[in-house]
């Protein structure tokens, strides 16, 4: 139990569906990140969060759409995904300040039909 | 970010201490050692963490040559659920993001 927990686990979707992926953080963290781990590749940071505040996004697809609603709860909304979105989705949360660790959730494994 | 280098993969005796080494020898004056690992269809675990001084904590010890080109992560007793893949990895305390490499696979054997 990491303190992060990712639902759903698993996910199958179509190209054209929608689907959201959800974290929350239960270690009073500040700090949210989403990452995305492909096989064989290194991990890929995507967005982070600091007390609710998007302060990166490296260079995500507008299919991928976070949002924060507080600093506990942090969500990617998906649309209109291709195949080569299949992937590892994890959260992480950090307390925010220099020199913290991040600590992950398990993931949500994701496969686009 | 500092490139580390770290063997591909080890084996270890359950009950026995694993001792995993980690080269950084560009590493800089404010990048941080950190060591994560992740088992097999769960996310990256944190382990430990530092700068100079040697570490340790309830999972495992962080032993970093005075150079800080090289380190050892320790953990004293291992165990079979201790089996994964290990990163080793150098960032400036302010870094957001983390990268890993290919990792040490570690391997506890009954």
């Known amino acids: 139990e990491t303190g992060v927990t990712q639902t759903p686990r698993h996910l199958v979707m179509g190209m054209t569906n929608k689907k959201s992926l959800k974290c929350e953080q239960h270690?009073?963290?500040?700090?949210m990140y989403w990452y995305k781990q492909s096989a064989k590749k290194p991990l890929e940071l995507m967005f982070v969060?600091?007390?609710?505040?998007?302060?990166e996004n490296n260079s995500v697809p507008s299919r991928f759409s976070p949002e924060c609603p507080n600093s506990s709860h942090l969500f990617l909304h998906l649309h209109t995904l291709q195949p080569e979105d299949s992937a590892l989705y994890l959260c992480?949360?950090?307390?925010?300040?220099?020199?913290?660790?991040?600590?992950f959730g398990d993931g949500t494994r994701l496969s686009i039909l | 970010d500092a490139k580390t280098t770290q063997p591909t993969s080890m084996d270890c005796a359950e009950g026995r201490a694993a001792n995993l080494p980690c080269n950084h020898s560009?590493?800089?004056?404010?990048?941080?050692v950190y060591w994560y690992r992740q088992i097999h269809s769960q996310g990256p675990q944190y382990i430990i963490h530092?700068?100079?001084n040697n570490e340790t904590n309830e999972m495992a010890s962080l032993i970093i040559t005075e150079d800080r080109k090289s380190s050892t992560l320790i953990l004293p007793h291992a165990t079979l659920r201790d089996t994964a893949v290990y990163y080793c990895?150098?960032?400036?305390?302010?870094?957001?993001?983390?990268?890993f490499g290919s990792g040490t696979q570690l391997t506890v054997l009954p």
């Open positions: 992480a949360s950090a307390e925010g300040s220099h020199n913290q660790p991040q600590h």
């Open positions: 270690l009073g963290h500040n700090a």
């Open positions: 969060y600091n007390f609710k505040e998007q302060t």
């Open positions: 560009t590493i800089s004056g404010n990048e941080y």
């Open positions: 530092g700068l100079k």
């Open positions: 990895i150098a960032i400036p305390g302010s870094a957001r993001q983390l990268t």
